[in-house]
């Protein structure tokens, strides 16, 4: 359909209407929308004059048609067959029946046509013009982000043909009652602003739905047939529904009203808790107060008009109504002969802006979750359960699925057929963290010792026994739940089966009840046929004049004293098994023998760096407390030897060649700490130059900047991984260093990339020093291999993460820590069916830090569908937008950003429009409606396309991205949750006596006041900003100064200061730190400060520097990309 269609022209919007009697008029006071100069619009929804208003109509109850343009003055009627469009929303009329004695039937949506115009194409120059005939604030507030509507559909799912809501005999009427005399509407540029649309949160029935409108066009109903005109010129009669009388309303004793909006209750606002049985997108008329039946708890209907001098709504607790304006200019008072029902009309409201209140939350979103699913512990025992959210604090009971901090997907519920995943495009994919740290209150995996034999496997995929093997013949053998292959059980494992087939002995055996386990390998799974010694870690420090000058090999050294004592140890070890060595470097190498037996460590100097050896055995890799004296001389006298150093020039793929060969004739894994200061400019393999180019910022050129600029490194990488050699990189750059390059081998290898720009002692010491203790102290499993192997119909095709393979199912890692995930998609290859699912089972192959060979399983099983609707309902936002980020950020390697960014913004309107299409019940094409479970995929989505990789502001350097880009590919849900939505607390509204946390507000600036204190977190800083008119009992308590001109912005930690306010938010900021796998830099913005710019970087919900679009606008371009699928 057509959707930008000319049509006659209508009264504008906000004058009074003729010819409803005896409806209430809703009243809306107006702001200006944003990016639009004020006059170019009509008013939007005014008061209109108060109309008597009856007892109301017994039985059910719909929203009214309050206001009605007059009929065409030709009094053509309308040819049969052709639409034309109403003034309500399709919410408001659906499952019903029409009150006219002709039933009304839904023509195709493809005829475009209004009287009197022909359809005008979607590519017409954009204008603004006046909208159609205003609905009510009962009805879904069309034309206009204000209210938002939220009742739970808990009907079961309807016969088919029936659109979502109850199941009822009638079938779905096209229910809109028509005014020919609809407004113009016109297509917007996005250089005037977003174009209209009106949003519904449609769902599948059993979940939580939203009704919400977006500035819509004119029409906002469903074309009707010819059979259905109106019946007097300029009335129609009231809509009658299914489903929704008084008693539907939410009473004290009823279902509750979930609190579907922050902020105050925004008076004349759409009603905030549907009743229970109603339809999707339904909309019910205000209560009136002398309404019988249950009492209305914290419902408002809009006032009436009653007094001359009232101008709209007077502005709300929060703010989102903005000033009350006087009237618009071009537009008299009220409509030129209207009848006046019984009271003064009044003025005209002041223009209104696109209300963000009405567009969906993450704030409320995530409140919504933790305050439902975060008291219940979570049971993992039954197929496709989608886990609460990660911002949710929850406990995990393993009972035959792998736990969500293990693994989590796109979607629990994935489609039967290849044809059903093409057309939704919901990409179906895992997030994998194999070594993820648990709480304190959850088990670790058992450990299960089967001892020579190995573990039971299946003799033809060879899966690992787990909870969906199905025993038979009494327990003789077992059918493969992957491959269907059956295999006998040897005797040794042999148990007989119960009543309902089920062995014995199965809640003794981990590897039958439990989601998650680990065995312990035979030689069989380790290197050639011999158990693996136990690792190694090598430090090799830059010691050229920058790092020497910067006090940065001085602050190592003294570091590493006290660290050697936290190597990471395996159960009740009394010490860590690993051994460690030292290197030092600038142009040329310095290996040190700290051996236990030597009253002095040796230095031996390799300056044939083209040819690479080690030059000693015996002495290099120690035990920490066997030559500890010997250690800790050698560290007091690294800094002092190179004090007075003139070399600025470095090495760099000679020092990972030493490391890697000194683990080679060390026979064993390890991981090399390379502290590094810039870029390798000294003659040696993997010599780099300067070919930082701004200019090719969006040019077809731009995807080099995020390529290693020679292949050198990635046949290192290559060699690394083979042996077990794990990179961590520590970057202290001054300048462009190659981070593109440099960062291959960490990449490649599993490992860690920390960067610290500009670095300097006072202000960055802290961040640096908790990050090694961190990195030196996690768990990690060494010289690994994972493989995920799928149950028949679908399997792995394709991985994302900080690895390296040589085949196409084998992902082999020299080394993975408790912080790295790997992402896996999944393609059909064949029919899935309903009845046995889809399983997932991953496999992981390390060495741990005493040596063990071990195999760690993670068993998923999710449910298949064959209804697009049960796909949309099982899906998860969070793991979704980690992996469109970690697919993006791949794709910048080989496309131009562009297109990248186009890519995901098509893919994403793809996979709502799928939903309108086939999902959501029928209603406008005004209407936006969004899946329960995604109506955050569009904010979301907006902060990965405006994210430093896809749109990079002008003081975001190259090596800046190519950091992020690494660092993004290797990060679970949570930490993307938190990195592209950061979390904002007002710090003022912190409760010192209490645990809780304040409430958390959207990133918006317009949601900042400046007699407050904000901390925002994105899992990379920590901001404090502080308002110009905070109280400085606030600023003494936290900063220790008197006013807020005494604020350091230098300050890298807050002052420790003996007050209650101060410990609370130290201690939030404490609590943050812990929770992220990184050591955040803590920033304090002052108001109008220089840094301001920086922070209001993360308010994601605004337009930023670089172009990327506020959330309204980008709503909206959603929206119109979804109409243009649909068309």
Request: aromatic content about 8%.
């Amino acid at each position: 359909m057509s959707v930008n269609q000319q049509a006659h022209a209508g009264l504008p919007y906000g004058q009074p209407q003729p010819g409803y009697q005896g409806y209430q008029q809703s009243g809306y006071g107006g702001q200006q929308m944003s990016g639009v100069h004020h006059s170019q619009y009509g008013v939007y929804n005014g008061p209109l004059p108060g109309y008597q208003q009856p007892a109301p109509p017994q039985g059910t109850l719909r929203a009214p048609p309050t206001s009605g343009a007059p009929p065409p003055t030709s009094g053509a009627s309308v040819p049969a067959g052709q639409p034309v469009y109403s003034q309500f929303g399709q919410g408001d009329v659906q499952n019903g029946v029409a009150t006219s004695a002709v039933q009304m039937q839904r023509p195709s949506a493809s005829q475009p046509f209004i009287p009197g115009t022909a359809p005008a194409p979607i590519s017409q120059p954009a204008t603004f013009q006046q909208y159609g005939p205003a609905p009510t604030s009962a009805q879904q507030l069309t034309n206009h982000m204000a209210g938002m509507q939220i009742g739970s559909s808990t009907s079961a799912p309807p016969p088919a043909g029936l659109g979502y809501g109850p199941p009822t005999s009638v079938p779905p009427a096209s229910g809109n009652f028509t005014v020919t005399g609809s407004g113009l509407y016109t297509s917007y540029s996005s250089s005037q602003g977003p174009p209209p649309v009106t949003m519904t949160h449609g769902l599948p029935p059993t979940s939580l739905s939203q009704g919400l409108s977006l500035a819509q066009p004119a029409f906002s109903g469903p074309p009707l047939s010819a059979q259905h005109r109106p019946q007097a010129p300029g009335f129609l009669p009231p809509p009658c529904s299914t489903g929704i009388g008084p008693s539907s309303y939410p009473s004290a004793t009823g279902a509750p009203r979930p609190s579907a909006m922050q902020g105050s209750q925004l008076s004349g606002q759409a009603l905030t808790g549907l009743p229970t049985s109603q339809p999707n997108h339904v909309s019910s008329p205000p209560p009136h107060p002398s309404m019988s039946g249950p009492a209305m708890t914290g419902l408002q209907g809009p006032p009436l008009p009653t007094h001359p001098s009232q101008s709209g709504y007077q502005m709300q607790q929060n703010g989102s109504f903005g000033q009350v304006r006087g009237p618009q200019p071009n537009y008299g008072s009220a409509y030129p002969g209207t009848p006046n029902y019984g009271s003064q009309p009044a003025p005209p409201p002041p223009p209104k802006r696109l209300d963000p209140d009405s567009i969906p939350s993450p704030i409320q979103v995530i409140e919504d979750d933790r305050n439902n699913r975060g008291s219940e512990p979570f049971i993992t025992g039954v197929r496709g359960q989608v886990p609460p959210l990660v911002t949710t604090n929850f406990l995990v009971k393993d009972q035959g699925n792998a736990s969500p901090r293990y693994i989590r997907c796109t979607s629990y519920n994935i489609p039967c057929t290849s044809d059903m995943a093409k057309q939704s495009q919901v990409p179906l994919a895992a997030v994998i963290k194999p070594l993820a740290t648990l709480p304190t209150d959850e088990a670790p995996p058992y450990l299960v010792d089967h001892g020579e034999p190995g573990p039971i496997r299946c003799n033809r995929c060879k899966a690992y026994m787990c909870p969906f093997m199905q025993f038979i013949e009494g327990g003789r053998r077992f059918q493969c739940c992957f491959c269907s292959c059956v295999t006998e059980v040897p005797p040794h494992y042999f148990q007989h089966l119960d009543h309902t087939g089920k062995r014995v002995d199965f809640y003794d055996r981990p590897e039958l009840s439990l989601g998650s386990y680990e065995f312990l390998a035979t030689v069989s799974y380790c290197k050639n046929n011999k158990f693996p010694n136990p690792p190694a870690f090598i430090f090799m420090i830059d010691v050229s004049y920058n790092a020497v000058k910067s006090g940065l090999v001085r602050l190592i050294c003294e570091e590493l004293k006290s660290l050697l004592d936290y190597l990471p140890r395996e159960g009740n070890m009394e010490e860590s098994a690993i051994r460690v060595g030292f290197v030092t470097y600038n142009k040329v190498l310095h290996f040190y023998n700290v051996k236990s037996s030597l009253a002095q460590p040796q230095m031996m100097v390799v300056s044939d760096v083209a040819d690479m050896f080690v030059p000693l055995l015996d002495g290099f890799l120690v035990n920490v407390n066997e030559s500890r004296t010997v250690i800790v001389s050698l560290l007091d006298q690294i800094p002092e030897m190179f004090a007075d150093t003139r070399e600025t020039e470095t090495v760099f793929a000679p020092v990972i060649q030493a490391g890697m060969e000194a683990l080679k004739a060390a026979e064993c894994a390890g991981k090399l700490f390379i502290f590094h200061t810039s870029l390798p400019i000294a003659e040696a393999p993997g010599k780099l130059k300067n070919r930082d180019d701004r200019k090719l910022i969006n040019t077809d050129k731009e995807k080099t900047l995020f390529q290693p600029q020679t292949s050198f490194y990635s046949n290192l990488a290559k060699d690394c991984v083979a042996q077990g050699c794990c990179v961590d990189l520590f970057l202290f750059p001054n300048q462009y260093l190659d981070v593109a390059t440099l960062g291959v081998v960490p990449y490649q290898t599993g490992g860690t990339i920390y960067k610290y720009a500009y670095f300097q002692l006072e202000t960055d010491q802290e961040r640096f020093l908790n990050d090694l203790r961190k990195d030196v102290q996690k768990e990690v499993g060494f010289d690994a291999v994972m493989r995920v192997r799928t149950s028949t119909g679908i399997r792995a095709t394709d991985f994302f993460g900080a690895f390296y393979m040589s085949n196409t199912t084998d992902v082999e890692l020299a080394g993975l820590d408790c912080d790295k995930t790997i992402t896996v998609e999944f393609r059909h290859d064949d029919k899935l069916s309903e009845d046995s699912g889809a399983l997932l089972q991953c496999a992981l192959l390390y060495t741990n830090c005493a040596g063990q060979r071990r195999l760690r399983i993670h068993n998923l099983s999710l449910n298949c569908c064959t209804q697009l609707a049960d796909l949309y309902r099982n899906c998860e936002t969070d793991t979704l937008i980690n992996f469109l980020a970690k697919f993006a950020y791949r794709g910048v390697l080989n496309n131009p950003v562009k297109t990248v960014r186009d890519t995901l913004i098509n893919q994403c309107a793809q996979i709502l429009a799928c939903y309108r299409k086939n999902c959501a019940s029928p209603s406008s094409a005004g209407q936006l409606i969004l899946p329960e479970c995604m109506k955050l995929l569009p904010v979301y989505l907006n902060c990965v396309l405006k994210s430093d990789v896809l749109q990079p502001g002008a003081e975001v350097t190259t090596d800046d991205r190519a950091y992020i880009r690494q660092l993004v590919s290797s990060m679970d849900v949570a930490e993307t949750n938190v990195f592209f939505y950061p979390r904002l607390l007002p710090l003022t509204k912190v409760d010192v006596d209490s645990d809780t946390l304040p409430a958390a507000i959207r990133n918006s600036e317009e949601r900042l006041s400046k007699g407050d204190m904000y901390l925002l977190e994105n899992g990379l800083n920590i901001f404090v900003w502080v308002g110009v008119n905070v109280q400085q009992g606030l600023i003494q308590n936290l900063f220790g100064v008197s006013s807020f001109n005494y604020i350091s912005s230098t300050l890298s930690t807050l002052p420790v200061l003996e007050n209650p306010f101060s410990k609370r938010v130290r201690s939030i900021i404490d609590m943050f730190q812990a929770q992220r796998s990184r050591y955040m830099k803590l920033i304090i913005v002052k108001q109008e400060d220089k840094l301001e710019m920086l922070f209001k970087h993360f308010l994601v919900e605004d337009k930023s520097m670089s172009g990327g679009a506020s959330y309204v606008d980008f709503l909206c371009h959603m929206h119109k990309e979804i109409r243009q699928l649909l068309s």
